[in-house]
């Protein structure tokens, strides 16, 4: 069996700007450093964190919306940096955005930050942005668009846009978001375990 060496976890807040809601984002975990001419294999945890969706509610006026976030945290097992560079999370965070009674037209936007610039916990400072993530989405409710941006965005302390757009006609917008998260792993990084709160936040002006 390996032995871990590092682990990442991104705990997940859900916001709402309409007025504004707030949510969180998981946490990960680095791997450990070679040792002499062989590097020390690192284990990977079996645990997973997996909630029930969370949601917040504002009252329903309208332009007023709920986001629904799974999971409540994603996790990354580092083992070996040579053998496996990019960590993939252990789920993918799947973001379900619901406007109701909007103004036709009405712009949105989601926004992801973390809550600080360094994941916490472990013996060693990891930036954030040693987490890259992508996003995509796609319109389920009435009229609308959905844009996400191209290619992978490194995960920051200031936020940045996962997906925006407009909504139609109707009496309800609703929207599906999906962000998948990577850890870029090095040897630089102490084996320990470490964690980190994101925040998506939906506003419309």
């Known amino acids: 069996m390996t032995i871990p060496r590092l682990h990442l976890a991104v705990l997940c807040a859900l916001a709402l700007a309409l007025p504004a809601l707030a949510q969180r984002g998981g946490r990960t975990q680095p791997g450990g450093r070679p040792g002499g001419a062989t590097a020390v294999s690192r284990g990977v945890p079996s645990a997973t964190a ?15 919306g709920r986001i629904f976030v799974t999971p409540n945290a994603v996790t990354f097992n580092a083992t070996d940096p040579a053998s496996q560079p990019l960590v993939p999370g252990s789920a993918a965070v799947a973001v379900r955005l619901m406007i109701f009674r909007p103004t036709a037209n009405t712009n949105w936007t989601l926004s992801l930050a973390a809550n600080a610039a360094n994941f916490t916990g472990g013996p060693t400072a990891i930036p954030v942005n040693a987490v890259t993530w992508t996003s995509s989405g796609t319109v389920s409710g009435n009229n609308g668009s959905v844009t996400t941006p191209n290619g992978s965005t490194p995960l920051s302390a200031t936020a940045a846009t996962a997906a925006n757009g407009s909504v139609g006609s109707g009496s309800i917008f609703s929207a599906n978001i999906t962000c998948n998260l990577v850890f870029h792993d090095s040897w630089s990084y102490a084996p320990g375990t470490y964690s980190q709160t994101v925040t998506f936040t939906l506003a419309t002006p």
């Open 50 to 64: 997996a909630r029930a969706a969370r949601m917040l509610r504002g009252p329903r006026p309208g332009g007023q």
